[in-house]
C-alpha cells in the first residue's frame, strides 16, 4: 500500500512563500520521480515540478521555474516544493504524485491534496 500525504497549505499574500511537504509511506519509491501538480477551479490538473527519488535533476513547468523548487529528504521519504514570489494565479489544490514523467496520466500514486490560495 502506498500512501502520500500533502502538507503545508494556506493562505498567502501576493509575494509571500510556502512550503509544502509531502510524505510517503509504503512500497519504497526508487524507480519513480516524486512529482508536483496543480489544479485550480474549473481547470485541468496540470504538472508543477517533479524529481528522481534517487538521481536526477529537478524539471518545472515554465510558469514556476525560478520561482518554485522541488528537493527531497530521502531518509524521511518526503518532498518538498519551496514556493517563493507567489502570484494569485498559483492558487490552486496542489498534489503529489509519484510516476514518471511530466503527464498526470503517467502517475499512479497520490496524495489527497493541499490548498494554496495566494491574495492579491
Known amino acids: 500500500q502506498v500512501q502520500l500525504v500533502e502538507s503545508g497549505g494556506g493562505l498567502v499574500q501576493a509575494g509571500g512563500s510556502l512550503r509544502l511537504s509531502c510524505a510517503a509511506s509504503?512500497?519504497?519509491?526508487?524507480?519513480?520521480?516524486m512529482g508536483w501538480f496543480r489544479q485550480a477551479p474549473g481547470k485541468d490538473r496540470e504538472f508543477v515540478a517533479r524529481l528522481g527519488w534517487s538521481s536526477g535533476s529537478p524539471y518545472y513547468a515554465d510558469s514556476v521555474k525560478g520561482r518554485f523548487t522541488i528537493s527531497r529528504d530521502n531518509a524521511k521519504k518526503t518532498v518538498y516544493l519551496q514556493m517563493n514570489s507567489l502570484k494569485p494565479e498559483d492558487t490552486a489544490v496542489y498534489y503529489c504524485?509519484?510516476?514518471?514523467?511530466?503527464?498526470?496520466?503517467?502517475?499512479?500514486?497520490w496524495g489527497q491534496g493541499t490548498q494554496v490560495t495566494v491574495s492579491s
Open positions: 504524485a509519484g510516476g514518471v514523467g511530466s503527464s498526470a496520466s503517467a502517475y499512479p500514486y
Open positions: 509504503g512500497r519504497t519509491f526508487s524507480s519513480y520521480s
